[in-house]
């Protein structure tokens, strides 16, 4: 778990879960670059771990993560009160209807399939929800 505060104090906090730490650095740096607070995990259980304690105000979350999948984060997420308007975006390499149709019905805010959408334009999407 990486959590950098130096930002601004009333900075919004995003919740990366993405187990490529490649992805997840690429994206903590343009969003850091622009005022938000990043903290980053690796798996589902940190995931769940890390929104009790630090309340982020907007996760994007990768399906395929180890120890839980971002099926069950979605419903953790969901399931907290306190979560239950905090947008949450998928950011997958799975493409399939099914999965997306599924992420959505569990309460994803948006579904994004990787490829199809560069950096900027999911940092713009962060931030239109962070207004």
């Known amino acids: 778990m990486l959590i950098c505060h130096n930002m601004v104090e009333n900075s919004k906090k995003i919740l990366i879960v993405e187990d490529d730490i490649h992805v997840s ?16 995990a690796s798996d589902g259980e940190e995931a769940t771990l890390i929104l009790e ?4 105000d907007l996760v994007i979350l990768d399906l395929m993560i180890p120890k839980k999948d ?3 984060v979605i419903k953790e997420i969901r399931a907290n009160a306190l979560f239950l308007k905090t947008p949450v ?5 799975l493409g399939q209807e099914t999965d997306k149709t599924r992420a959505l019905e569990l309460g994803a805010t ?11 334009e999911i940092i713009d ?7």
Do not use: R, W
């Open 110 to 120: 948006e579904y994004l399939v990787k490829i199809d959408y560069p950096i900027q």
């Open 70 to 72: 971002g099926f069950d």
């Open 89 to 93: 975006i998928i950011l997958s390499n």
């Open 25 to 40: 650095k690429v994206f903590q740096v343009q969003l850091e670059k622009i005022g938000f607070i990043v903290i980053l």
């Open 125 to 131: 999407k962060v931030k239109a929800y962070l207004k």
């Open 53 to 56: 304690k630090e309340k982020p």
